[in-house]
């Protein structure tokens, strides 16, 4: 079987030069992974509308999962989305069951309408979404409350939060990993062979592994010229 070849980057923030580069590099591959924080604030005026239309021009199969970043939060600033972690309790999936179904329509209304889940182009695949491409099973977890057990035929996930306890979820002494995320790969609720990340800029280390899943993020640094990156083949 002909191996998928993969592009992954993560954490863009807007910056439209990287953006360029991604367009100018993924006629080498076959799928795009984008894990997270496309743009850099919800509430500028323009990046949303611009990276909507950034993927509507994608002609290779393109998954995307949310980031912090690329959730409205009415009020936050930069520095305040910056801070937003994942922890055990933001992971945790939500339990229908439990809460007013008047609520959950709410929750359900605002996964619906999510910029990320309304772009205009069969070819990219958002939150919640799982696809086999060329053989090979690709799913986006979304970075808040992924129901975690639906990825589990996954062969790549993206989440754009690190599990807990890893290098690439540790900068400068902290983490600031997923711990759900963590307990799932650790105790085999889910075990992909790539599992693409971001979120941590300046990871202690870019890959790692938890059983038989490769972990990687790919950081960031915004004082070059094109963005970090993963190539994988599989």
């Known amino acids: 079987m002909k ?23 993924i006629d ?32 290779k ?15 936050m600033t930069n520095d305040e989305l910056f801070d937003l972690d994942s922890s055990i309790d933001d992971c945790d999936p ?4 439990s809460i007013h179904s008047e609520q959950a329509e709410i929750v359900r209304q605002k996964q619906l309408n999510f910029w990320m889940n309304n772009i205009n182009n069969s070819l990219v695949y958002s939150d919640n979404t799982i696809r086999k491409i060329n053989g090979i099973t690709i799913g986006s977890a979304p970075c808040n409350n992924p129901l975690l057990s ?19 979820s540790n900068q400068n002494g902290k983490d600031w990993g997923c711990s759900d995320l963590q307990l799932a790969l650790k105790y085999g609720h889910i075990a992909p062979k790539y599992l693409l990340c971001g979120h ?9 592994k938890i059983n038989d899943t490769l972990i990687l993020n790919s950081g960031m640094d915004f004082n070059i010229d094109i963005p970090n ?3 994988i083949s599989i």
């Open 229 to 231: 990156h993963n190539y």
């Open 150 to 168: 639906s990825f589990r035929k996954c062969d790549v996930l993206l989440h754009h939060i690190p599990p807990e306890n890893t290098s690439t």
């Open 61 to 75: 199969p393109t998954f995307i999962c949310s980031g912090n970043h690329d959730i409205e939060q009415e009020s």
């Open 94 to 97: 939500i339990e229908w069951d």
């Open 3 to 25: 191996l998928l070849r993969i592009l992954h980057v993560s954490d863009l923030h807007f910056h439209k030069r990287f953006f360029d580069w991604v367009t100018s590099e």
């Open 200 to 208: 941590v800029h300046e990871p202690r280390d870019t890959k790692d």
């Open 28 to 59: 080498n591959f076959d799928v795009l992974c984008l894990s997270g924080d496309l743009i850099d604030h919800p509430k500028k005026e323009g990046q949303i509308e611009w990276v909507s239309e950034w993927l509507t021009q994608c002609k």
